[in-house]
């Protein structure tokens, strides 16, 4: 009997909710947080099981021989409503050594913010552990933090041992290596939930790996007239770039050697593909996150409202592999 093939999968909603806003999980293979097939024959599935039973046909040869069956990347979306507390993330070296887990480096696109909405990230000046620790206990730390007021469709790249935060009216679609490592540095005051840190994960564990020079901004080159495809962030743990949709593209994703996400930001859009000699439509839209496993080989991108938005996220080859993670 003939193999079935994999699909592209859309996932089922996954939402913590905090005294400051929420966390939706658009895709999430960390154990507490396992994202469930939403359709088709693999329905009900998680993506953990997926990884297990089905390795590289879900996320090509050169990704499984890097990662083994840890899916490498996850999505949420974020939702602020108030003060989001200041954490940060370990490097991927003292992640593996200290908690057996993945770094966290991270991407934050902004999808909406209100007219109060800001995000801290870094410092405004150097400074050292014993500032920080001493203004992050009494919950002055956001006077020594850098502040940026975003607006829909800046984009940040956040690195490990930067500290970071949302605050006001903003929402947040963060693109991050499959890990549950971030610290919390201050609450400013407001209870911490056991599902967001664990509590291990605190202010005194993180000095030694927090970057306390001055953050700087950089420099983001002006989106050019009609560009269609823009790389927001390309290092060696995933590459997102942000698609206008405006006619049907011809993916050949054998090319990557990877699986392909595509979170639509605005719009609506499908993957077309030719499965037994017939054309399969895969629909999304705004809000939803599409895997197409890298056992689709070639397929079309095709928008269905004019006014489609996507972020496109892949894993590049690597040529080491991590035989620590890969069993």
């Given amino acids: 009997m003939e193999e079935k093939k994999l699909y592209p999968f859309r996932f089922c909603k996954l939402v913590d909710e905090y005294c400051w806003g929420s966390d939706e999980f658009k895709l999430a293979d960390l154990g507490y947080r396992d994202s469930l097939v939403r359709e088709g024959w693999l329905a009900g599935n998680a993506l953990s099981e997926l990884m297990d039973t089905y390795l590289d046909r879900v996320v090509g040869d050169n990704v499984y021989n890097f990662w083994g069956r840890q899916f490498p990347v996850q999505v949420k979306h974020i939702r602020v409503k108030g003060k989001m507390p200041l954490r940060v993330h370990p490097d991927a070296e003292t992640a593996v050594q200290r908690y057996d887990f993945l770094g966290r480096e991270k991407l934050w696109y902004v999808l909406r913010a209100g007219a109060d909405a800001r995000l801290l990230i870094g410092f405004r000046r150097d400074t050292d552990a014993s500032e920080v620790f001493s203004k992050c206990s009494d919950g002055s730390i956001d006077s020594l933090l850098g502040s940026v007021t975003p607006v829909a469709g800046d984009f940040y790249h956040i690195r490990p041992g ?34 967001e ?30 560009e269609v495809v823009r790389k927001l962030i390309d290092i060696p743990e995933f590459t997102v770039s942000r698609i206008q949709l405006t006619d049907p593209l011809h993916i050949y994703s054998e090319r990557f050697d990877s699986f392909i996400l595509y979170s639509c930001l605005r719009g609506e859009a499908s993957v077309q593909l030719e499965v037994l000699g017939q054309t399969a439509r895969f629909p999304f839209s705004a809000g939803e996150t599409l895997l197409v496993p890298a056992e689709c080989p070639e397929f079309y991108l095709v928008p269905t409202d004019r006014d489609t938005i996507i972020l496109e996220t892949t894993v590049a080859p690597r040529t080491e592999e991590d035989s620590y993670l890969k069993p």
């Fill in 162 to 195: 930067v500290p970071h935060a949302a605050f006001g009216d903003v929402e947040i679609l963060e693109v991050s290596e499959s890990s549950p490592l971030d610290f919390c540095l201050c609450s400013w005051g407001q209870d911490v939930s056991p599902e």
């Fill in 197 to 226: 840190f664990d509590s291990s994960l605190s202010l005194e564990e993180a000095l030694d790996f927090i970057n306390y020079k001055a953050w700087e901004a950089p420099e983001k080159p002006a989106a050019r007239e009609g």
